[in-house]
């Protein structure tokens, strides 16, 4: 009785559009080919996009951590505080990181050839 084995992944077939140069690759070294653009997002805007919303993700605790400290009248706790330092930090980082989800995006228009 014939066995059948584990299905993998069919190679992708070679094509002229999936030579592509090392100038053409990321910050990171990851080059964009056809296998790359299987997604719509390079791996350094998704890294980026990743950390936002991690980042958006601990601002909100904060907000509503900071918020049951007023609503309890612990706003002048030490921990309050240290919530709205972070917080602010936070909101700081905010701005470095969409500059450089702008510059990420920029460069997969680059690597796409549409600039």
Known sequence: METMGELGSLPEAECDCCVVSHDQADEDGHL???????TVLTKREERVLRTIRENSLRARELRGLIGRLDGDGSADSEACRLAITELETLREGRAALDQERLAAAEERMRLLGHL
Request: net charge positive; hydrophobic share 15%; proline share 0%.
């Open 32 to 38: 964009f080919d056809c296998s790359g653009r299987k």
